[in-house]
C-alpha cells in the first residue's frame, strides 16, 4: 500500500471530478452503478457544510497531491437508531488506479478517522457478492466478513446479494 495515500476535504474542484468520473456506468463501475443522478444534490450539501457534517459525509482520496476518489460514510442502525447506530463506508476511486492498493489504504484511513472523531464502536461496508477486489480490499484494510445479504440491493433491474463487512473499535488495535 502506498504511504502517499491520503484523505481531505473535498474541494470545490473535486466536485467536478467526481461529477464526470462518477456521473456514468464508465465511471463507477459494474457494482455503484444505480442510474443517473442530479449533480445538483452533492454541490448543494456541500456549499451547505463542505460534506462533512452529523449525518455523515465525504473525503477526497489524493495519492500524491492528485484527487483519486472519495470515501462516504453514512448512518446506519440495526435496531433504534438512538441505541444501535453505526457507521455505513463507501468508497469510489477513478477507474486507472483500481487494483494498487489505494480502496485498502483509503478505507483503512477512513475507519482511523471515524474511530479517533466518532464515538462510533462499530464500522460496516458491504459490496457485490462479485465484487471480489473490493472484498479483499476490506479485509486486508481490517474489516471482517459477516455474512451475505440475500437480495438487498436493486441495481441494473434486478436484486443483488451483498457480502457485509464491519470492523469493531477494538479490531483497530
Known amino acids: 500500500m502506498s504511504d502517499e495515500i491520503v484523505l481531505r476535504p473535498v474541494v470545490a474542484e473535486d466536485l467536478d471530478l467526481f461529477e464526470r468520473e462518477f456521473g456514468g456506468p464508465e465511471g463507477v463501475g459494474p457494482y455503484q452503478w444505480f442510474g443517473y443522478r442530479s449533480p445538483g444534490g ?5 456549499t451547505e457544510n ?16 492528485r484527487t483519486v476518489g472519495r470515501v ?4 446506519g442502525s440495526w435496531g433504534r437508531p438512538d441505541t444501535s447506530s453505526c457507521w455505513t463506508l463507501a ?22 478517522y471515524l474511530f479517533d472523531h466518532t464515538r462510533a464502536e462499530r464500522l460496516q461496508a458491504w459490496t457485490d457478492c462479485a465484487n471480489l ?16 445479504l440475500r437480495s438487498a440491493q436493486w ?8 457480502v ?3 470492523m469493531l473499535r477494538a479490531d483497530l488495535a
Request: charged share 25%.
Open 164 to 166: 457485509i463487512f464491519s
Open 50 to 65: 463542505g460534506l462533512l457534517g452529523p449525518d455523515g459525509g465525504v473525503l477526497a482520496v489524493a495519492e500524491a497531491g
Open 155 to 162: 441495481r441494473g433491474g434486478r436484486w443483488h446479494d451483498q
Open 42 to 46: 452533492l454541490r448543494r450539501k456541500f
Open 133 to 148: 477486489g473490493e472484498q479483499r480490499a476490506l479485509e486486508k484494510a481490517g474489516f471482517v466478513r459477516e455474512g451475505v
Open 91 to 112: 468508497i469510489g476511486l477513478l477507474p486507472d488506479v483500481h487494483g494498487r492498493g489505494i480502496g485498502t489504504r483509503a478505507q483503512r484511513l477512513l475507519a482511523e
Open 72 to 75: 462516504e460514510w453514512f448512518p
